[in-house]
């Protein structure tokens, strides 16, 4: 569902991109999406990485879904806050 609604934002904000860490059991299902909806260009896939790099990536960014079913990590929106102070 997000990757629909980032083709309208890709048109909207040429340039902008949405990057997915982790190799969870929907990256498959992501890719082949991605590719049907042309969205190559504005969607990366960074795979697994270290906690550090996790980080780094956070920092980067100017906007961050966490769309978890399962996971509770509401402290993950807490850490980003603060990468962002400082």
């Keep these: 569902m997000v990757c629909r609604?980032?083709?309208a934002f890709t048109l909207a904000f040429p340039g902008s991109e949405y990057w997915l860490i982790g190799n969870g059991p929907e990256r498959g299902?992501?890719?082949r999406v991605s590719r049907e909806l042309r969205l190559n260009g504005a969607t990366?896939?960074?795979?697994?990485?270290?906690r550090e790099h996790v980080f780094a990536r956070l920092a980067d960014c100017d906007v961050m879904l966490f769309p978890?079913?399962?996971d509770?990590?509401?402290?993950?929106?807490?850490k980003r806050w603060l990468l962002v102070a400082l």
């Excluded at 990366?44 to 270290?50: A, I, P």
């Excluded at 509770?72 to 807490?78: A, I, M, N, P, R």
Aim: charged share 25%; glycine share 8%; aromatic share 8%.
């Design 5 to 7: 609604r980032l083709r």
């Design 29 to 31: 299902r992501l890719e």
């Design 44 to 50: 990366v896939f960074w795979g697994s990485m270290s």
């Design 68 to 70: 978890s079913l399962h």
């Design 72 to 78: 509770s990590e509401d402290g993950c929106v807490l």
